[in-house]
């Protein structure tokens, strides 16, 4: 229990630092609250009209409008501090190689790094501008720097950082370092984009049968059982045998609709593995799946409903 209750603070620390590294300027305890009251005062107004007006829609898709609402929300600061780190690791091969040039040239550290800090680097200059507020303030170059790799949830800029701080230790010469940093950053950035690129069919084809084509073919199939039943009840059935059928329907209906969940988060573990190398980002995109697929679902019943019973 202790356990689970220090993993769960871990999960909130990192994206109350999450929150503050995109800039966000509502505290994270206000937002997960207001995230969380927006989200189900909307799926219980939506589960309020689904049973009120008897809508030919599941209840289920109250909690569906519950996991995508909260989960837009909640992710949406997570997606500004996605674009600030693409933005930063973007920026971070010309800038070291800025950076070499200057010392290439005789300038200090110091001097190399204001240059980054005045150049339009967008977020970069300004985490730079952080770094020489702190040497100024008195810290050594290692502790800011260290600071800075910190301050972006990057592996890529840790690394580096590491890297260049090893080289400081060692009197290596830095400029020199540097250029074939510079370059291998560059390399890496550009594979982390072409792997997103190269994976970009086979998460359109999961998409496509989980989320679109599955749920289409259901919704034909749950169409085809109402008009059996409905076929059959002037064939001398009896009430029971009535009510056992229609019974039976909603049942396969509901197994059906249980089926398309345990597909589209499947589909959404997939898509996870595909584009980021891990299942716990499928949190991210299972609530938008489930929202497309049961949207699908009921467009297909509708539709294929209307044509059904226009050519009967």
Not at 35 to 45: G, K, Q, R, Y
């Amino acid at each position: 229990m202790e356990e689970n209750k220090k993993k769960g603070l871990k999960i909130f620390n990192d994206y109350k630092r999450m929150l503050q590294q995109s800039k966000f300027r509502t505290p994270a305890e206000l937002w997960v609250a207001l995230s969380a009251m927006v989200s189900l005062a909307l799926a219980i107004l939506a589960f309020t009209l689904i049973t009120a007006l008897s809508l030919p829609v599941s209840p289920i898709m109250a909690l569906v409008l519950f996991l995508v609402l909260i989960d837009v929300m909640l992710g949406y600061p997570w997606l500004l501090a996605v674009k600030r780190i693409d933005s930063i690791e973007a920026d971070f091969p010309d800038a070291l190689k800025q950076m070499a040039d200057t010392l290439k040239a005789g300038g200090t550290y110091e001097f190399a790094l204001r240059e980054i800090a005045t150049s339009e680097y967008s977020h970069l200059s300004e985490e730079m501008e952080i770094v020489l507020r702190k040497m100024e303030e008195g810290e050594n170059l290692e502790n800011s720097l260290i600071a800075f790799s910190e301050n972006i949830d990057s592996t890529l800029i840790k690394r580096t950082v590491a890297i260049i701080i090893d080289s400081i230790k060692a009197g290596a010469g830095l400029a020199d370092v540097l250029d074939e940093i510079a370059d291998d950053v560059r390399a890496m950035h550009r594979i982390a984009k072409e792997r997103i690129a190269e994976t970009t069919m086979q998460v359109i084809f999961i998409v496509a049968a989980g989320s679109i084509v599955a749920p289409a073919i259901l919704g034909l199939i749950s169409t085809v059982l109402n008009l059996f039943i409905n076929s059959s009840i002037g064939f001398g059935m009896t009430k029971e045998q009535i009510t056992e059928s229609v019974n039976a329907t909603k049942l396969i209906a509901l197994m059906m609709q249980g089926y398309l969940v345990i597909e589209v988060v499947a589909s959404g573990g997939m898509i996870a593995i595909t584009r980021e190398g891990r299942i716990s980002k499928s949190i991210i995109y299972t609530p938008i799946l489930l929202l497309i697929a049961f949207t699908c679902y009921y467009l297909a019943a509708f539709a294929s409903g209307t044509l059904i019973g226009g050519m009967a």
